[in-house]
């Protein structure tokens, strides 16, 4: 491959990566059903398109749980001011802090991204991306949905949990 057509694709590449800023990061560990995407929150609205994937997979939709949100909005705020950095940092102690609210977790997952998304296309890169995909598919029933802004980037965090 010629080095100027390797630079087009990496050009390309990173336009795409620019464009559309997803983070291929999800997180899993073992141990309320929105029919409407109109005039919602942004929490609301993408827990109508990941339930509206599932379902046409033939899964139950999922519940929104404000425990867990509580959980998801303190770590996309963390995210959103600096105080951690963009990934799973602490995904284990919001399990734990879930836990203790609510009794055992039998399975917890986590999807994160960032950008200047809306609703519908979080959950299309989520959709699109294996490791999140497979989260939003996975066997649980309750989630808890948070974002936090920064300027013009918003923070997204999924935490699923099987209760």
């Given amino acids: 491959m010629s080095i100027l057509k390797s630079r087009s ?8 990566f620019a464009a559309f ?9 073992s141990r309320a ?5 109109g005039g919602g929150s942004l929490e ?5 398109y990941t339930n509206k994937f599932r379902q046409s997979k033939g899964l139950k939709p999922l519940q929104l749980d404000e425990t867990i949100s509580q959980q998801a909005r303190r770590h996309s705020r ?7 950095g963009f990934g799973h940092e602490g995904f284990e ?5 879930v836990s203790k609210k609510m009794g055992r977790v039998g399975a917890a997952a986590e999807n994160v991204a960032y950008g200047t998304l809306d609703a519908e296309a979080v959950v299309d890169g989520w959709i699109k991306s294996p ?3 497979r989260n939003m598919l996975g066997d649980y029933n309750l989630i808890g ?4 802004g920064k300027g013009r980037i918003t923070f997204f965090t999924q935490v699923f949990i099987k209760h």
């Fill in 33 to 37: 059903d929105s029919t409407t995407s």
């Fill in 21 to 29: 800023q997803v983070s291929a990061c999800s997180r899993a560990a």
């Fill in 78 to 84: 963390d995210m959103a001011n600096g105080s951690t």
């Fill in 9 to 16: 694709i990496l050009v390309l590449l990173l336009a795409l």
């Fill in 93 to 97: 102690e919001r399990v734990a802090n």
């Fill in 44 to 48: 609301e609205e993408i827990l109508y």
């Fill in 145 to 148: 949905i948070g974002t936090a």
């Fill in 131 to 133: 490791g999140h995909r």
